[in-house]
């Protein structure tokens, strides 16, 4: 391509290099933004770089200088600042339904917004492997249908899934169709995000209730002609009072953990922690399997525990186990008194 074509484009190249090249630690001088314009196949003088940098600052862009040997220019105030990419890095990072493969795309959006220097900071910042994420890779398209859904206000139709587990196949935990693979049909009314995941809100006319559902585990959403049903149940519905009765999170100490789960809870298993957990079979009872998983040792992760009964035990490390059963024993103690 001969040069003359690009002399034009030169105000935008300028723009491009500011906004990659510079920041606030990193300021170019005018021989700089020369030498990176040449290797675009532009050529330019000094004056014609001050007045360009005099339009692109009319034009709104913030272009800040500083003056020690010789004058250096940077992008001062950007679209995002480098704090609030890092507040998005993390969110990304911790969601659970965007996979691993759309986590990393999604990052690497967002260091284009900021300059290749503090891009480094965000790639720095980046761990996700080994993270709880969903497999599904079209939950992006489920929520945009859904929302087409609630906007038109129409009712869908799903199949909805649920973790079963296989000791036999290579893949252990897998997704099977609940109830047969019986097509669901609801009126979706909201999308809830909690611990990660995102939840629709919908009436289900066959039982005349709000139910709610993972995301992640619809598969093949349809958005039908019918409109939605249960309006006036929906409208008494207080959502932050239903997400906070029907959602929990945990906190305290981290620790590695060994339990005991029957065969058939391994969908409660796999909803917490994800599919990719170190399994084996119990050897003492065939219709459990043991799993080491990562969990905050709390309260609430005890009352979790308890909440599934037989279903699920605390086998080791020891003292994770005393302090469950030592836990059980004050609320035991607890209701004793209050009954007293």
Same mark, same amino acid.
């Given at each position: 391509?001969?040069?003359?074509?690009?002399?034009?484009?030169?105000?935008?190249?300028?723009?491009?290099?500011?906004?990659?090249?510079?920041?606030?630690?990193?300021?170019?001088?005018?021989?700089?933004?020369?030498?990176?314009?040449?290797?675009?196949?532009?050529?330019?003088?000094?004056?014609?770089?001050?007045?360009?940098?005099?339009?692109?600052?009319?034009?709104?862009?913030?272009?800040?200088?500083?003056?020690?040997?010789?004058?250096?220019?940077?992008?001062?105030?950007?679209?995002?600042?480098?704090?609030?990419?890092? =507040?998005?890095?993390?969110?990304?990072?911790?969601?659970?339904?965007?996979?691993?493969?759309?986590?990393?795309? =999604?990052?690497?959006?967002?260091?284009?917004?900021?300059?290749?220097?503090?891009?480094?900071?965000?790639?720095?910042?980046?761990?996700?492997?080994?993270?709880?994420?969903?497999?599904?890779?079209?939950?992006?398209?489920?929520?945009?249908?859904?929302?087409?859904?609630?906007?038109?206000?129409?009712?869908?139709?799903?199949?909805?899934?649920?973790?079963? =587990?296989?000791?036999?196949?290579?893949?252990?935990?897998?997704?099977?169709?609940?109830?047969?693979?019986?097509?669901?049909? !609801?009126?979706?009314?909201?999308?809830?995000?909690?611990?990660?995941?995102?939840?629709?809100?919908?009436?289900?006319?066959?039982?005349?209730?709000?139910?709610?559902?993972?995301?992640?585990?619809?598969?093949?959403?349809?958005?039908?002609?019918?409109?939605?049903?249960?309006?006036?149940?929906?409208?008494?519905?207080?959502?932050?009072?239903?997400?906070?009765?029907?959602?929990?999170?945990?906190?305290?100490?981290?620790?590695?953990?060994?339990?005991?789960?029957?065969?058939?809870?391994?969908?409660?298993?796999?909803?917490?922690?994800?599919?990719?957990?170190?399994?084996?079979?119990?050897?003492?009872?065939?219709?459990?399997? =043991?799993?080491?998983?990562? !969990?905050?040792?709390?309260?609430?992760?005890?009352?979790?525990?308890?909440?599934?009964?037989?279903?699920?035990?605390?086998?080791?490390?020891?003292?994770?186990?005393?302090?469950?059963?030592?836990?059980?024993?004050?609320?035991?103690?607890?209701?004793?008194?209050?009954?007293?």
């Amino acid at each position: 391509m001969s040069r003359l074509p690009r002399q034009k484009q030169k105000l935008l190249y300028i723009q491009k290099i500011l906004l990659e090249k510079s920041d606030e630690e990193h300021g170019l001088t005018v021989n700089d933004i020369i030498r990176e314009l040449d290797s675009y196949g532009i050529n330019a003088e000094r004056k014609s770089i001050y007045d360009d940098l005099r339009t692109l600052e009319a034009f709104g862009l913030d272009i800040c200088s500083e003056k020690s040997k010789t004058v250096r220019y940077y992008i001062g105030e950007r679209d995002f600042q480098i704090s609030e990419l890092k =507040l998005l890095v993390d969110s990304i990072q911790s969601s659970k339904f965007i996979t691993e493969k759309k986590s990393f795309e =999604l990052i690497k959006k967002l260091e284009g917004l900021a300059s290749e220097n503090d891009a480094r900071l965000l790639q720095n910042q980046v761990i996700i492997s080994n993270r709880v994420k969903t497999s599904n890779e079209t939950i992006y398209y489920s929520v945009d249908r859904l929302h087409d859904a609630i906007s038109k206000n129409r009712s869908v139709t799903f199949y909805y899934n649920r973790w079963v =587990l296989d000791l036999g196949s290579t893949e252990k935990i897998k997704l099977q169709r609940r109830r047969g693979g019986e097509l669901y049909r !609801v009126s979706p009314w909201a999308l809830c995000w909690d611990d990660e995941n995102y939840y629709l809100v919908a009436y289900d006319e066959s039982i005349e209730q709000i139910r709610h559902y993972r995301v992640d585990k619809m598969e093949k959403i349809t958005v039908t002609d019918d409109k939605r049903k249960g309006r006036e149940l929906f409208s008494k519905l207080n959502m932050a009072d239903y997400a906070k009765s029907t959602f929990s999170m945990f906190a305290g100490e981290e620790t590695e953990i060994e339990l005991s789960v029957k065969n058939d809870f391994v969908g409660i298993i796999a909803d917490r922690f994800g599919k990719n957990v170190f399994i084996t079979r119990d050897e003492k009872h065939a219709d459990r399997f =043991l799993v080491k998983v990562n !969990v905050n040792l709390s309260e609430q992760f005890f009352g979790w525990i308890f909440a599934l009964g037989d279903g699920v035990c605390i086998t080791a490390p020891e003292f994770a186990r005393k302090s469950f059963m030592s836990h059980l024993e004050k609320v035991a103690a607890a209701n004793k008194e209050v009954r007293e």
